[in-house]
C-alpha cells in the first residue's frame, strides 16, 4: 500500500525557510530577527513564524532573549573550540566503526562523494562543494551502523554547516578541504584507518590550518595555534 503524503504545514515552511537561510549564510551569526519582517517577506501570519522560531531555538540555530529579541546563534572562540573537539570526538568513533563494519561499502560512498566534489571544483560551484562536504562527513555516520552515535552529531552537524557555509569558502581552505578528503577516501580505500584517523584529525581538530585562522582569530591563551 502507497503511504499518503502529508502536505507541510506553514510553520514547516517558514522553519525549512529560516533553517535554509541562518546555515547558507544568508543571515549573518549573531544577527537579530524580526518577526514582523520575516511574515512580510513570506506572506504568512506571525503564528508560523514564531512556532518555527521555536523550532529553530530547539535546533541551536537561533537564540530567543526575553525582552530583547531572536537572534542567528554565535559562538565564542571557546565554544567553538569545544563544538569542533565534540565534532572530532564523534567522527572519529564514526570512521572507525565504518571501516570495520563494511570498509568497502564506506570507501565506495567517499569515492563517489569526492567524484563530485571534484566535478564541483571544476565548474567552479562553491556551494555546491560545501554541501558536499557535509555529505563527505555525514557518510561516516551513515556507515557507522550506530543511530546512537548519528543522533547526537545530528545536534551539532547544521551548526557545523552553517559555519561552513561562512569559513569554507576561502581558497587555501577549500584547496585543503578537497586535498584532505581525497587523502581519507584513499586511506579508507587501503584499509589503513591509523592514517585515515590521522588526516581527519588534522582536517578537522582545532589547531589545524586556514578554518581556525579565519575562525577565531587569534590564538587562545591556553591553546597556541601552529
Sequence with gaps: ??????????????AE?????????DMELGSQLSEVRIAQDLSVSRTPVREAINRLEMEGLLTVEAQRGTYVFSLE??????????????????????MQ?????????????VDKMTSAREAEDVPGYLRLDSEFHQILMDCSDNRFLNDAYQTISQK?????????RHP?????????????????ARGDEATAQAILRAHIGRKEGSYWKMAIGPALPHDPMP
Excluded: Q
Excluded at 503511504?3 to 515552511?13: D, M, N, V, Y
Excluded at 525557510?17 to 549564510?25: A, F, M, N
Excluded at 587555501?172 to 586511506?187: G, L, Q, T
Design 77 to 98: 572562540p571557546a565554544e567553538l573550540a569545544k563544538l569542533c573537539d565534540a565534532r572530532l570526538s564523534l567522527e572519529s568513533a564514526a570512521l572507525g566503526f565504518a
Design 172 to 188: 587555501e581552505h577549500m584547496a585543503k578541504s578537497y586535498r584532505e578528503h581525497r587523502e581519507i577516501r584513499d586511506a579508507v
Design 101 to 113: 563494519v563494511d570498509g568497502p561499502r564506506l570507501a565506495e560512498r567517499l569515492s563517489v562523494c
Design 1 to 14: 500500500m502507497k503511504a499518503i503524503t502529508r502536505p507541510k504545514s506553514l510553520t514547516e515552511i517558514v
Design 17 to 25: 525557510t529560516l533553517r535554509e537561510w541562518v546555515i547558507s549564510g
Design 160 to 168: 557545523m554547516a552553517a559555519l561552513r557555509n561562512r569559513l569554507g
